[in-house]
Nanobody, 123 residues
Framework: QVQLVESGGGLVQPGGSLRLSCAASGSIFSIYAMGWYRQAPGQQRELVATITSGGSTNYADSVKGRFTISRDNAKNTVYLQMNSLKPEDTAVYYC?????????????????WGQGTQVTVSS
C-alpha cells in the first residue's frame, strides 16, 4: 500500500536546528495535504504544520517564525526545517499525509501516518 518513512530526528542543543524528512512510497495516485504532528510524553498529539499540494502552509502558534514546512511533489516528500529549537519542542514527530492510492482500476483516499522520529532538545 503506502509507507511514510521519516528521518532526521535526533538530539540537539537549545538554539540548534534539525531538518526532518518524510517520503511517501507505494501505489500512489495523488497526495493532497501533508503535515507534521508531535507528541510529547504525557501529552496529546498536536499539529505542528501542514502544507497543501499547492503549497499553502499552516503553523501552530508555538512554532511560527522558527519552523518551515515544505514539500517536493516530484519526490512525494515533505520536510520540516526546525530552527531556534527549544526544550519544549522535545517530542516524537509524526508525518501525516492525505493520499489517494490505486486499488485495482479505482482509487481510494486515506489518511496515513509515519512511524515517528524522536526530537530531543537538551543541553
Amino acid at each position: 500500500q503506502v509507507q511514510l518513512v521519516e528521518s532526521g530526528g535526533g538530539l540537539v542543543q537549545p538554539g540548534g536546528s534539525l531538518r526532518l524528512s518524510c517520503a511517501a512510497s507505494g501505489s500512489i495516485f495523488s497526495i493532497y495535504a501533508m503535515g507534521w504532528y508531535r507528541q510529547a510524553p504525557g501529552q496529546q498529539r498536536e499539529l505542528v504544520a501542514t502544507i497543501t499540494s499547492g503549497g499553502s502552509t499552516n503553523y501552530a502558534d508555538s512554532v511560527k517564525g522558527r519552523f518551515t514546512i515544505s514539500r517536493d511533489n516530484a519526490k512525494n516528500t515533505v520536510y520540516l526545517q526546525m530552527n531556534s529549537l527549544k526544550p519544549e519542542d522535545t517530542a516524537v514527530y509524526y508525518c501525516n499525509a492525505d493520499i489517494s492510492v490505486y486499488v485495482g482500476r479505482a482509487t481510494r483516499r486515506n489518511d496515513y501516518w509515519g512511524q515517528g522520529t524522536q526530537v530531543t532538545v537538551s543541553s
